[in-house]
T-cell receptor, first 113, second 114 residues
Framework: DAGITQSPRHKVTETGTPVTLRCHQT?????MYWYRQDPGHGLRLIHYSYGVKDTDKGEVSDGYSVSRSKTEDFLLTLESATSSQTSVYFCATLAGGPTDTQYFGPGTRLTVL | GDSVTQMEGPVTLSEEAFLTINCTYTATGYPSLFWYVQYPGEGLQLLLK?????DKGSNKGFEATYRKETTSFHLEKGSVQVSDSAVYFC?????????????FGKGTTLSVSS
């Protein structure tokens, strides 16, 4: 367990509003990730970070932005929420390389009406 | 690009039955392979992993062997319990992936009845 918390755990919002999801870790892991989970798609990578202020896009990054101002915090922002962004969002961390275990947070269920 | 294919569910078994969930992958180089499990309402947690060919990962009675010749990493358990009911994800990790992110299969739902 890498001590990952996500907030909020549940959120309902309306189309067109901005939304920010927060991920906080206590293990000082270098890499942090945001995935979304949708039925029939498994988990897909939105954005990732490989250090403070170092971020890059994943497979499904359109409509999302991220920021990492501290090692322990990774924020995901939906600039103008749409119904297609209704999903469960998971944050994950990784200490080292591709052979290491990724640890996942408990998830945030977001509903966009 | 790299990809993971796992059998579609749901898989419905009686307690003490034998479980196999198939997983195959496509990758360049030498990926690491993982099985994650997701219990209802929770995040994913690592079940087992293997980092090179012929390695066997095992945990809680589950096993999977990294087969490079068949590009497979099938999950097995000899006797399932009701508490094993969950969604199981096969995943691939590679230095080729941006940020060493994981590539996931779509997940297989397992339901075990007593």
């Amino acid at each position: 367990d890498a001590g990952i918390t996500q907030s909020p755990r549940h959120k309902v919002t309306e189309t067109g509003t901005p939304v920010t999801l927060r991920c906080h870790q206590t293990e000082n892991h270098r890499y942090m990730y945001w995935y979304r989970q949708d039925p029939g798609h498994g988990l897909r990578l939105i954005h990732y970070s490989y250090g403070v202020k170092d971020t890059d896009k994943g497979e499904v990054s359109d409509g999302y932005s991220v920021s990492r101002s501290k090692t322990e915090d990774f924020l995901l922002t939906l600039e103008s929420a749409t119904s297609s962004q209704t999903s469960v969002y998971f944050c994950a961390t990784l200490a080292g390389g591709p052979t290491d275990t990724q640890y996942f947070g408990p998830g945030t269920r977001l509903t966009v009406l | 690009g790299d990809s993971v294919t796992q059998m579609e569910g749901p898989v419905t078994l009686s307690e003490e039955a034998f479980l196999t969930i198939n997983c195959t992958y496509t990758a360049t180089g030498y990926p690491s392979l993982f099985w994650y499990v997701q219990y209802p309402g929770e995040g994913l947690q690592l079940l087992l992993k293997a980092t090179k060919a012929d390695d066997k990962g095992s945990n809680k009675g589950f096993e999977a062997t990294y087969r490079k010749e068949t590009t497979s990493f099938h999950l097995e358990k000899g006797s399932v319990q009701v508490s094993d009911s969950a969604v199981y994800f096969c995943a691939l990790g590679s230095a080729n992936q941006a940020g060493t992110a994981l590539i996931f299969g779509k997940g297989t739902t397992l339901s075990v009845s007593s």
